[in-house]
Antibody
C-alpha cells in the first residue's frame, strides 16, 4: 500500500524557518518525481515544487523560489522541503504528492501537515 | 505565468450530467488532469492525461481537452460526487492548478 506521511509542520514567526518531511512507503520511491502542494485555509490548491527521481532537477513556483528548497533521500525514502524567510502568505496545509510522470498528475497524496506563520 | 480558470461553482440535479470546465491558453496542447477534494480530505486524482481514469474511479467520470478548454464530465451525478474539483496542468516543468469548482448536487 502506497503511503505518504508528512511531518514537521507547526507555528513559526514571520521570517522564521521550518523543515517539512515526507516519509514514503509501499512503492519504489526512487522511480518517481515528487512534489509539494499547499492549500491555504479555505483556499485552493497551489503547486510549490518538484524534484526528479535522482534529485538532479528541481522546479519551484515563483513565490517560493530562493526561499524554499526541495530535496530527497532515496535511501531513507524521504522527501523534504526546507522553508526559509517564511511569511504569513505561506500559511497552509502542505501535501506531499507522487507524480505519475509524463504530465499525468499526482496519483497519491499524503494527509498533509499544517504550517502556520504568525506573530 | 500560466493560469487555469475554472467557474467557482456548478450545480446539478442527481442523475444528471455535471460539466466542469478549465480554461488556459492552448491548454489542449498540454495534458490536463482533475482532482476531487471533499471537506477534510486530501485531493483524489479522478482523471489524468486528459481522459484516463485511475484504477477505482467510476466510469461516470470522463475528461476531454481541446483548444483552450479541458472539461470534466460526471454522468449520472450522485450525492457522493458533491465536492471541490480542481484541474491541473504543467507549464515549463512547473505545476499549475485551477482555482477550483464547488460542485453542488441539488
Amino acid at each position: 500500500e502506497v503511503q505518504l506521511v508528512e511531518s514537521g509542520g507547526g507555528l513559526v514567526q514571520p521570517g522564521g524557518s521550518l523543515r517539512l518531511s515526507c516519509a514514503a512507503s509501499g512503492f519504489t520511491f526512487s522511480n518517481y518525481w515528487m512534489s509539494w502542494v499547499r492549500q491555504a485555509p479555505g483556499k485552493g490548491l497551489g503547486w510549490v515544487a518538484n524534484i526528479k527521481q535522482d534529485g538532479s532537477q528541481k522546479y519551484y513556483v515563483d513565490s517560493v523560489r530562493g526561499r524554499f528548497t526541495i530535496s530527497r533521500d532515496n535511501v531513507e525514502n524521504s522527501l523534504y522541503l526546507q522553508m526559509n524567510s517564511l511569511t504569513v502568505e505561506d500559511t497552509a496545509v502542505y501535501y506531499c504528492a507522487r507524480d505519475i510522470g509524463l504530465g499525468g498528475g499526482f496519483d497519491f497524496w499524503g494527509r498533509g501537515t499544517l504550517v502556520t506563520v504568525s506573530s | 505565468s500560466y493560469e487555469l480558470t475554472q467557474p467557482p461553482s456548478v450545480s446539478v440535479f442527481p442523475g444528471q450530467t455535471a460539466s466542469v470546465t478549465c480554461s488556459g491558453d492552448k491548454l489542449g496542447n498540454k495534458y490536463a488532469c482533475w482532482y476531487q477534494q471533499k471537506p477534510g480530505q486530501s485531493p483524489l486524482l479522478v482523471i489524468f492525461q486528459d481522459s484516463k481514469r485511475p484504477s477505482g474511479i467510476p466510469e461516470r467520470f470522463s475528461g476531454s481537452n481541446s483548444g483552450n478548454t479541458a472539461t470534466l464530465a460526471i454522468n449520472e451525478t450522485q450525492a457522493m460526487d458533491e465536492a471541490d474539483y480542481y484541474c491541473q496542468s504543467w507549464d515549463s516543468n512547473t505545476g499549475v492548478f485551477g482555482g477550483g469548482t464547488k460542485l453542488t448536487v441539488l
